[in-house]
């Protein structure tokens, strides 16, 4: 029984570490970006699918809840890019919530995660998404930006990512 107490008592910390206290800020360390950019070279806007609810044949009528990470990964080797926009909105087209209250740097190979408020997944609908907008003063390597979406409601397990699909450049601006 003292045995189990102490291994209870050290794997403790770790496991209540994975809990996010925040859910409003990214996860991981936030670098603000310059207020004046030079002159920006390259950036998008992107759409990101971020489903929030998922139908599936075992639950009949009803849907399963997902909880959603948006990654959005700088795949430059050199240089920055600034993240503008990050937001998101239900499948009516309504803003939920948005991410990013001031711009952030995100360095060469760095990676900013956002953890995409699981307590919206009612308002969110089935055909939830994120835009998010990002910015470079050089020409740098497109990000990588993706949603993954997990659930394990009802005994199920459910995983599947979705990848973001440029809707306008912003360069030049």
């Known amino acids: 029984m003292l045995s189990r107490c102490v291994i209870f008592a050290i794997l403790l910390p770790a496991f209540s570490g994975c809990v996010p206290q925040n859910n409003d800020a990214p996860i991981g360390e936030e670098i603000p970006a310059p207020e004046n950019l030079k002159s ?9 699918p971020a489903y929030a609810r998922i139908h599936h ?12 990470t948006l990654a959005i990964h700088n795949t430059d080797m050199k240089h920055p890019i600034v993240l503008r926009t990050v937001n998101y909105y239900a499948e009516n087209g309504s803003l939920l919530r948005s ?26 609908g089935i055909g939830a998404n994120a835009i998010v907008e990002w910015v470079a003063e050089e ?33 030049g601006k």
Do not use: C, W
């Open 57 to 68: 044949l075992k639950l009949k009528d009803r849907t399963a809840a997902l909880v959603t």
């Open 139 to 171: 020409n740098v390597a497109k990000p990588l930006i993706e949603s993954i979406m997990v659930s394990t409601d009802h005994t199920l397990g459910i995983s599947f990512m979705s990848q973001g699909y440029k809707i306008r450049s912003v360069a």
């Open 40 to 48: 920006i070279a390259a950036g998008e806007v992107v759409y990101v």
């Open 99 to 124: 991410y990013v209250r001031r711009p952030r740097l995100l360095p060469p190979l760095a990676t900013a995660i956002y953890y995409l408020a699981p307590e919206e997944t009612a308002k969110a």
